[in-house]
């Protein structure tokens, strides 16, 4: 079992959707929770971090993090074209070294004019 | 303010040749981190370096991959003989010198094929 799951889609919506984006994980030593987007060809790139369980919202962005069922998700609300992208869930501790990122496989997104 | 610099951007090697992959970190950071990405799969970890010191490197390969980062100049990811299982994408990540992974930067990457 990998330590994070997360479905690779494709994942394909009408612009203006809202989009779910979810991961799962095994490692309840887990403490750190993040996003990150990396478009076709370019490197990830930080969209949200959130630390311990809870939401946080950034713009269109909101980042939850359940720890009792070990689930966190991304929320993009009024999806753009431009949010077509790869999302990658990761996450880490300080028990394994909070510098060492454990990622999901990324889910690819496309939002449809 | 550059960001995270790699390169080269593509490496095309042949089986049982050398590759070296170079990351400058941004300026101020003193934290480097590889990671490696398969095709349709997610990054991995490699290794985490330190000017001079290599921290953690749990993820490295126990044969033909090693990682520096020299006191000056880039950080180096080398890798003796390929494979073509070696083929991927390698990107450097940097972080100031409190080494949060908050504020990791990635790189654009290195793109390997191994022929």
């Known amino acids: 079992q990998k330590e994070v799951e997360q479905d690779p889609g494709p994942l394909s919506v009408p612009e203006g959707a809202i989009v779910s984006l979810n991961c799962t994980y095994s490692?309840?030593?887990?403490?750190?929770f993040m996003w990150y987007r990396q478009y076709s060809r370019k490197g990830p790139e930080l969209l949200m971090y959130?630390?311990?369980?809870g939401n946080k919202e950034d713009g269109r962005f909101t980042a939850q993090v359940d720890k009792s069922s070990k689930y966190i998700s991304l929320f993009i609300r009024d999806s753009q074209p431009s949010d077509s992208a790869t999302y990658l869930c990761a996450m880490s501790s300080l028990i394994q070294g909070a510098q060492k990122l454990v990622f999901g496989q990324g889910t690819r997104l496309t939002i449809n004019p | 303010n550059a960001g995270v610099m790699q390169n080269p951007r593509h490496l095309v090697r042949r089986r049982g040749q050398e590759a070296r992959l170079r990351c400058s970190p941004m300026?101020?950071?003193?934290?480097v981190y590889w990671y490696r990405q398969l095709p349709e799969e997610g990054l991995k970890f490699m290794v985490y370096l330190q000017k001079e010191n290599i921290i953690d490197e749990s993820g490295m390969p126990k044969e033909r991959f090693s990682a520096e980062f020299p006191k000056e100049g880039p950080s180096i990811l080398r890798i003796q003989q390929v494979v073509r299982g070696d083929s991927a994408a390698y990107f450097c990540?940097?972080?100031?010198?409190?080494?949060?992974?908050?504020?990791?930067?990635f790189g654009s990457g290195t793109r390997l094929t191994v022929v």
């Open positions: 990540a940097s972080s100031p010198p409190t080494g949060s992974n908050y504020g990791y930067t």
């Open positions: 490692n309840s030593a887990f403490q750190y």
């Open positions: 959130t630390y311990s369980s």
């Open positions: 300026k101020g950071h003193s934290h």
